[in-house]
T-cell receptor, first 114, second 112 residues
Framework: KAGVTQTPRYLIKTRGQQVTLSCSPI?????VSWYQQTPGQGLQFLFE???????NKGNFPGRFSGRQFSNSRSEMNVSTLELGDSALYLC?????????????FGEGSWLTVV | DQQVKQNSPSLSVQEGRISILNCDYT??????FLWYKKYPAEGPTFLIS?????DKNEDGRFTVFLNKSAKHLSLHIVPSQPGDSAVYFC???????????FGTGTRLQVFP
């Protein structure tokens, strides 16, 4: 059974550009969430999606957005990139929010903004 | 406000001995807790979890203990192996959500 798949794994963008990151959850999983990891702020929650609906949103500016498709795949977008957006972006999936379901993470997408 | 805290940034343990990693939380609404192991440039790997209705959960060499009154949980690894060397994160959530609040991590080094 394939794990959570994130693409691309590495990318370099210039300040002011936008980026789209993709996540394919584990087969059968319908809940997808996103996290940002930086050396200074640690692992921080970005969004949570279930059945194409955003259930929770973290404390990030509106430049950060996401969506989930009917096949449970998810994308997140960051517009007008800033140097501080350089981070490891992690996607996680579970069979459904709550009920003590295990949450599994992908390998992440490394974003460098120059 | 850091709702989940791991006050020890690092821990060094000899192979074969017990590793104890600690985690404290402040939000009494948290009712589900997870531990993850992470290597640099990789995603977190799930280790073990515990719900607030339990005070202990075991899986092989890993045991998690939860003390709700103290808002404290710990991960015990017995026996510790060199391959356990990594950064360990505890995370907490409300049972009805996949929104995880992570601690700052503890770097475990297991030496021969």
């Amino acid at each position: 059974k394939a794990g959570v798949t994130q693409t691309p794994r590495y990318l370099i963008k210039t300040r002011g550009q936008q980026v789209t990151l993709s996540c394919s959850p584990i087969s059968g999983h319908r809940s997808v969430s996103w996290y940002q990891q930086t050396p200074g702020q640690g692992l921080q929650f970005l969004f949570e999606y279930f059945s194409e609906t955003q259930r929770n949103k973290g404390n990030f500016p509106g430049r950060f957005s996401g969506r989930q498709f009917s096949n449970s795949r998810s994308e997140m977008n960051v517009s007008t990139l800033e140097l501080g957006d350089s981070a490891l972006y992690l996607c996680a999936s579970s069979s459904g929010p709550g009920e003590g379901n295990t949450i599994y993470f992908g390998e992440g997408s490394w974003l460098t903004v120059v | 406000d850091q709702q989940v805290k791991q006050n020890s940034p690092s821990l060094s343990v000899q192979e074969g001995r017990i590793s104890i990693l600690n985690c404290d939380y402040t939000n009494s609404m948290f009712d589900y807790f997870l531990w993850y192991k992470k290597y640099p440039a990789e995603g977190p790997t799930f280790l073990i979890s515990i719900s607030s209705i339990k005070d202990k959960n075991e899986d092989g060499r890993f045991t998690v203990f939860l003390n709700k009154s103290a808002k404290h949980l710990s991960l015990h690894i017995v026996p510790s192996q060199p391959g356990d060397s990594a950064v360990y994160f505890c995370a907490a959530s409300d049972y009805n959500t996949d929104k995880l609040i992570f601690g700052t991590g503890t770097r475990l080094q297991v030496f021969p």
